[in-house]
């Protein structure tokens, strides 16, 4: 298995661009979820999915969309990119954690710049 | 609110010496807490996860405890080498529907040769 895999490793962008950071896993997790490390501020929530269709707000959503199509695939959508969004951002799965199945693997992250 | 708290914020030993990280959290109610190590620029690997019903889970020369009443889990590691050297960030779920991982601080770990 390859795990929870994302993409790109690095990007930078200007203020007001777009971009879609890309986060798939292998292991037929239902869950999945994406986080910003900040210095200081640790790891926050952004947006997560319980399931293909499904999908709600975490803790920072603002200035950011998701996607749940397939069970595999969760994209993150930043609309309008601004300074304060450069951080790095992990995607994470699971089996649904609530349930006491809640091992949660991260990604090796996307470290974002933006100028 | 839940809030997670690690101490120490840094730690240095010499190899060979056994260690314990500390996590406490404010909040008794949930589904479970997990440690992860984190390499500088790396992601988050996860080293063991303890269920809330659960009193320890053993892993190599990990050891991890959970004590749910008191709010605290001590990741004891055994024999430390220098490749341990890395963030250990410890983390509840709490008992909403969110899956919400809450993380502390973390503890950065240094082993010296």
């Known amino acids: 298995n390859a795990g929870v895999t994302q993409t790109p490793k690095f990007q930078v962008l200007k203020t007001g661009q777009s971009m879609t950071l890309q986060c798939a896993q292998d292991?037929?997790?239902?869950?999945m979820s994406w986080y910003r490390q900040d210095p200081g501020m640790g790891l926050r929530l952004i947006h997560y999915?319980?399931?293909?269709?499904?999908?709600d707000q975490g803790e920072v959503p603002n200035g950011y969309n998701v996607s749940r199509s397939t069970t595999e695939d969760f994209p993150l959508r930043l609309l309008s990119a601004a300074p304060s969004q450069t951080s790095v951002y992990f995607c994470?799965?699971?089996?649904?954690?609530?349930?006491?199945?809640?091992?949660?693997?991260f990604g090796p992250g996307t470290r974002l710049l933006v100028l | 609110k839940q809030e997670v708290t690690q101490i120490p914020a840094a730690l240095s030993v010499p190899e060979g010496e056994n260690l314990v990280l500390n996590c406490s959290f404010t909040?008794?109610?949930?589904?479970?807490l997990q440690w992860f190590r984190q390499d500088p620029g790396k992601g988050l690997t996860s080293l063991l996860l303890?269920?809330?019903?659960?009193r320890e889970q053993t892993s190599g020369r990990l050891n991890a405890s959970l004590d749910k009443s008191s709010g605290r889990s001590t990741l004891y590691i055994a024999a430390s080498q220098p490749g341990d050297s890395a963030t250990y960030l410890c983390?509840?779920?709490?008992?909403?529907?969110?899956?919400?991982?809450?993380f502390g601080q973390g503890t950065t770990l240094q082993v010296k040769p």
């Open positions: 994470a799965s699971s089996y649904s954690p609530h349930r006491g199945r809640g091992t949660q693997y």
């Open positions: 983390a509840v779920t709490g008992s909403g529907n969110t899956g919400k991982l809450i």
């Open positions: 909040d008794s109610a949930i589904y479970n």
């Open positions: 303890i269920q809330s019903s659960q």
């Open positions: 999915s319980v399931g293909a269709g499904i999908t």
């Open positions: 292991m037929n997790h239902e869950y």
